[in-house]
């Protein structure tokens, strides 16, 4: 079983929370770019197909930058 | 014409603010918007579900419903909580109006919604809950 | 203790696949997991909800729940539809088993489901649909 699992993923033990704040970070500077480079706003897939990321993972990453009590931030009960 | 649907409940626990304001841009990410138009669509959820954490429930434990529909470019959110409701809706939406103003609420929560969507409906009766229904068209590029 | 939970409905096409699995995702992120974790929970959903279009449905068009709950440190997931339904449950879930070999599937749906997380349950009634009962205990660090 374990053969399935290393076949079918190749990241490990990251944590979320870090590893969005970083996705949101390339998501800020592509959007930036892009949208210089079109001379108008950029689209959630525009941005993906530039980091070749999914569209989810632009969804998923896109407050976690700004907003305090964010879902991502470590929520402990 | 494109079209698709989804429904989501969940109880009004504040974490789950920002939780439904994923689900629903993750849902409306299939219109292909531009960040910016999701961000609107994050923040008229988010201030949706916040009133009816905090106004419908006063915090106690509900039930916070979700219904979202894409028609070709159109985007549909229905927030339904079964708290408390709202005597005077027109008052309500008033900039401004807040009926707690101890929690240094703004009383902006209606306007943001109106000004970030294009259009905002409120159904609600007291004691049996309120319905807010927006709706956004997205640009296509 | 820690709970929450949340349940979602949503017809069977295959744009709803990827929704369904960042939904699921953003859901157990409450719970602090790793990139791993959670890419383990994203592919165990995925083949759920896949089996229910393509098999439960197979492509016509009907309504999937998830049910989710989290309890303490563990994570259950619920997917169900009111599809087709699989006669021997037993024989379904053997590594490599499929009834359409037609689609180039790989039979291994289940079984990346039981390698993927803790218990893997199903209940299967021909005709009446499919529900399948996953749970996922997160480390924590
Ligand atoms: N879901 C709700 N249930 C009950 N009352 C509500 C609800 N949503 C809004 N209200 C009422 O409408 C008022 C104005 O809401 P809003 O514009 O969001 O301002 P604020 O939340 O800052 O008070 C609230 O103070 C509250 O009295
Ligand atoms: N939701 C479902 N409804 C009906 N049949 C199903 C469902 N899920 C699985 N099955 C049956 O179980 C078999 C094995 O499923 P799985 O291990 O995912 O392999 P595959 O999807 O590649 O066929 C399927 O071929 C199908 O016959
Ligand atoms: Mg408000
Ligand atoms: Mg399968």
Known sequence: MGEIKRFIRDD?????????????????????K????????????????????????VVMSLDSLNAPEYLYETIHQ | MFKNEMKIEFPSKSQN??????VVAAFASQLDPTIEELS?????VSEAVTNAIIHGY???????????KIEGRTLTVIVTDYGKGIEDVELAKQPLYTSRPELERSGMGFTVMETFMD??????????????KMTKEFKSF
Not at chain 1, 14 to 32: G, P, Q
Not at chain 1, 38 to 45: Q, S
Not at chain 2, 119 to 132: F, I, N, Y
């Open chain 1, 12 to 32: 490990g033990i990251i944590k979320v929370s870090r590893n969005v704040k970083e996705t949101a970070k390339k998501v800020k500077h592509a959007k930036e």
């Open chain 1, 34 to 57: 892009l949208s210089k480079q079109y001379g108008r706003e950029v689209t959630v897939e525009e941005i993906a197909n530039e980091l070749c990321i999914t569209s989810e993972d």
């Open chain 2, 17 to 22: 603010e920002a939780f439904a304001r994923v």
């Open chain 2, 40 to 44: 609107d669509v994050k923040t008229a």
């Open chain 2, 58 to 68: 006063e915090n106690s434990s509900g039930k916070i419903e979700i219904e979202c």
């Open chain 2, 119 to 132: 259009s905002l409906e409120v159904e609600s009766e007291p004691l049996k809950g309120t319905r807010v």
